[in-house]
């Protein structure tokens, strides 16, 4: 298959794992379905005859064309060209609605989707993502253990995380030299529950995590929190000033950010 490696493009040729993808979507009787990056159409030519409305976003003009006329009797289908990472998304959803995402994405902007799919989330329901296999065991890892870092918390502020398979090179052409892990993202934020402001405690995050190796009472400090206040917050919530980030979960966190806040 002509492949262009700068774009990411490793197409699925495993019909086992496009179908499992497809059915890890759910029931998509009622629902608008958004791909990002169909390329030859593996997995669009199963989800397109089932759901309501579907929108490919997809950056390589031949494979466009090529969908364009796969697909062109069927009114439910419909091609945006372009770069994924300046897509609207909310221009493709109708309003109220919250639609199904789906990708096996291209790895070499696999974080700035990620983060876009965060930032959209007000209008995502549920994505199903095919992404290398050591990114999403950052993204699902619990907190305490290797991977558990700044992606997983932010990823985990705004969805519930599923592992479903890993797939062996050999299910794409051409083989990329990774492992590749399908995720499902049920979006659900966690700000609300928490008490935090999403802007705030992202802000916050990256700060707790800014050095992986320091302790997060040094991370905040070197943010430019006062010494004494850091001291403080660590006194009053009872949590360990020796921790690292990676060891915090996400209500411990919340309750740091709420202890630092300055008084209203
Ligand atoms: N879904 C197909 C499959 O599973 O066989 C193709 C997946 S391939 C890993 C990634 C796809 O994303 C390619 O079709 C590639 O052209 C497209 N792509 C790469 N960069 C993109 C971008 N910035 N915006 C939109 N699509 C992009």
Do not use: W
Not at 82 to 109: H, M, R, S, W
Not at 136 to 144: F, L, N, Q
Not at 163 to 177: G, I, R, S
């Amino acid at each position: 298959m002509k492949q262009k490696s700068r774009l990411g493009q490793n197409f699925l040729v495993d019909q086992a794992a496009c179908a499992a993808i497809a059915d890890a979507l759910g029931d998509l009787s009622r629902a608008t379905v958004l791909e990002i990056g169909p390329g030859h159409g593996a997995i669009t030519s199963l989800l397109v005859p089932r759901c309501r409305q579907y929108i490919a976003f997809e950056i390589d003009p031949p494979l466009i064309r090529e969908l364009e006329f796969r697909f062109r009797q069927q009114p439910s289908f419909r091609i945006v060209g372009g770069d994924i990472l300046t897509a609207d998304f909310a221009a493709a959803v109708p309003p109220q609605e919250k639609a199904a995402l789906v990708g096996n994405l291209p790895y070499y902007i696999t974080a700035d989707i990620l983060l876009k799919l965060f930032a959209a989330h007000p209008l995502l329901d549920r994505a199903v993502i095919m992404i290398q296999r050591e990114v999403a065991d950052r993204v699902a890892a619990t907190p305490g253990t290797r991977d558990y870092g700044l992606l997983s918390a932010t990823a985990q502020m705004y969805a519930r995380i599923e592992t479903l398979f890993t797939l062996p090179p050999e299910a794409f052409d051409p083989p990329p030299e990774v492992h590749s892990t399908v995720l499902r993202l049920t979006f659900a934020p966690r700000f609300q529950e928490l008490g935090v402001d999403a802007p705030g405690f992202d802000r916050f995050l990256k700060q707790c995590f800014s050095q992986k190796r320091k302790t997060l009472a040094n991370n905040l400090r070197a943010a430019g929190y006062e010494p004494a206040q850091v001291a403080h917050v660590f006194t009053t919530t009872g949590i360990s000033p020796q921790l690292r980030a990676e060891a915090l979960p996400l209500e411990a966190m919340a309750t740091l950010y709420h202890a630092l806040l300055p008084d209203p």
